[in-house]
């Protein structure tokens, strides 16, 4: 019997052995934000110099997730330029 696994588009492929028979582990993910900026304000420049004062709820293989106007948004990889730590 042969198990055939299609890569996933949304994080890195597992690690298998040579021979492909058995699943090794996942590689661990790379932390982009110290876990403490989690829960805190921020303050979010994306786009074209757009800034967004939000609540930095989560980041993910697509961008981050954040709270803002009362809905969650998520802003992209791609259109990050700065993420800064609101002072309390």
Same mark, same amino acid.
């Given at each position: 019997?042969?198990?055939?696994? #299609?890569?996933?588009?949304?994080?890195?492929?597992?690690?298998?052995?040579?021979?492909?028979? @058995?699943?090794? #582990? @996942?590689?661990?993910? @790379?932390?982009?934000?110290?876990?403490?900026?989690?829960?805190?304000? +921020?303050?979010?420049?994306?786009?074209?110099?757009?800034?967004?004062?939000?609540?930095?709820?989560?980041?993910?293989?697509?961008?981050?997730? +954040?709270?803002?106007?009362?809905?969650?948004?998520?802003?992209?990889?791609?259109?990050?330029?700065?993420?800064?730590?609101?002072?309390?």
């Amino acid at each position: 019997m042969t198990e055939t696994h #299609t890569p996933s588009t949304n994080g890195p492929a597992p690690l298998v052995t040579p021979d492909g028979s @058995r699943l090794i #582990t @996942r590689r661990p993910g @790379r932390e982009t934000f110290p876990a403490s900026w989690l829960r805190h304000r +921020v303050t979010v420049t994306y786009g074209d110099g757009q800034d967004l004062a939000c609540t930095l709820l989560e980041y993910c293989s697509v961008g981050l997730i +954040v709270a803002a106007n009362g809905s969650k948004s998520l802003i992209s990889w791609e259109a990050l330029k700065l993420v800064e730590l609101v002072e309390d």
